[in-house]
């Protein structure tokens, strides 16, 4: 804010903003919030120890004078002003410097621009970077401010499809780190391009929203039959680990064509071309059909997801076809009377159609 530049925005209408207000070489950490949803309007002023005790003859008449106050950097002048007054009027204080560690904060989120600062708590101690990758699309790396800082480095936070690790020196600076995060990015950007492509173009059945660490994706192929495929965040264009999800019967000519064409798998081809090609099949997308034909519910509990878990157990008999939670299937099997166990199977029967079932134990 100009004039006031330690001073910035908590949230975006600019209702709430935080930061150091410098009066008499002093700083001091307030923080104001103004609600103009009520009428009439209420400012609330809050702050650090030291801004109490010197307005604390005028806290009173200062807050219901900003309640009159229009803009918030009218109302930064008047606090200010009020600060410069009492300081005059009780001498200069010992607390000068006792803020430098921010000042240092401050300079260094300066150098990385506040363009890339999306969030920041009062407090100061917790705040997010916003990188920009190749294809637009927006990550953040939160950080955690020590009070050691910088002498000891933040702990960090983002989402990457392997852990970001980096080793901070003593000398090192947010933009140093924030630097070799994007780096980071663009050792992605094609993962994430061929995880767009599936996202965009398939019925991923879980996770129900991927986040752009999971490699993973469980992708429909028709009613009862998925496709569970692991990605090489490195290697995005290899052959993904591929396990398929449904009657055996159904899956096995699916698996079959699989081995058959994978020799025409390319590596400058994406992931979806080269399934779509190497299986033969056009993938049911969201443009074609609706994500409920796919997700087949659990005959037992009658839900899709338990907890993470999707029904994964399928009844072999063609004319039954019922699906189940593996968890579900293991309970109902464990209490029938006359359940059969060998190694690490029970043995039982379909609660719909009777035939021969089995299932391992959790
Ligand atoms: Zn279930
Ligand atoms: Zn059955």
């Known amino acids: 804010m100009e004039n006031f530049d330690q001073i910035m925005p908590l949230n975006y209408s600019g209702s709430e903003v935080g930061g150091y207000l410098n009066a008499m070489d002093e700083e001091f950490y307030i923080h104001l919030t103004v609600q103009d949803k009520s009428s009439p309007k209420k400012v609330h002023l809050k702050g650090c120890e030291r801004l109490y ?8 008449t200062l807050e219901q004078h900003l309640n009159q106050i229009d803009t918030i950097k009218d109302m930064l002048y008047e606090i200010q002003n009020a600060l410069e007054q009492q300081i005059r009027l009780s001498g200069p204080s010992k607390f000068i410097d006792q803020h430098t560690e921010y ?3 401050f300079e260094q989120l300066q150098n990385c621009g506040w363009d890339k600062v999306n969030f920041i708590s009062p407090d100061f101690h917790e705040l997010h970077l916003k990188a920009i990758d190749e294809s637009e699309r927006e990550h953040i790396l939160k950080i955690w401010i020590p009070d050691k800082f910088p002498n000891e480095g933040p ?12 080793r901070w020196l003593p000398d090192d600076t947010l933009l140093m780190m924030f630097t070799v995060f994007q780096e980071t ?16 173009n398939t019925w991923i059945l879980e996770p129900e929203i991927p986040s ?3 490699c993973r994706r469980q992708i429909a192929l028709a009613s009862g039959i998925s496709l569970l495929i692991v990605v090489n965040p490195l290697i995005p264009t290899s052959v993904p680990v591929c396990h ?20 025409l798998w390319s590596e400058f081809d994406s992931v979806l071309t080269n399934l779509k090609q190497v299986l033969e099949l056009e993938f049911p997308s969201p443009s074609t059909s609706k994500k409920e034909e796919f997700c087949i519910e659990c005959g037992i509990c009658y839900s899709y997801l338990l907890g993470e878990a999707i029904p ?14 593996h968890a579900c299937l293991y309970e109902y099997i464990r209490m029938l009377p006359d359940v059969r166990s060998s190694f690490n199977k029970l043995f039982g029967e379909c609660p719909y159609c009777c035939k021969p079932l089995w299932c391992t134990v959790l």
Not at 53 to 60: E, I, S
Not at 185 to 200: C, H, N, P, R, T
Not at 314 to 322: A, G, I, L
């Open 53 to 60: 005790q010197v307005l604390k003859p005028v806290l009173n």
């Open 312 to 325: 994964e157990m399928t009844c072999d008999n063609p004319k039954c076809n019922q699906s189940f939670h």
């Open 103 to 105: 000042n240092i904060l």
């Open 155 to 166: 702990k960090y936070d983002c989402d990457l499809p392997q852990e970001f690790q980096y």
């Open 244 to 263: 398929y999800l449904g009657p055996e019967r159904v899956v096995e000519p699916v698996r079959a064509k699989f081995n058959k064409n994978i020799h």
């Open 212 to 214: 752009r660490k999971d």
């Open 185 to 200: 990015l663009a050792m992605y950007s094609q993962f994430w391009d061929i995880m767009d492509e599936l996202d965009k």
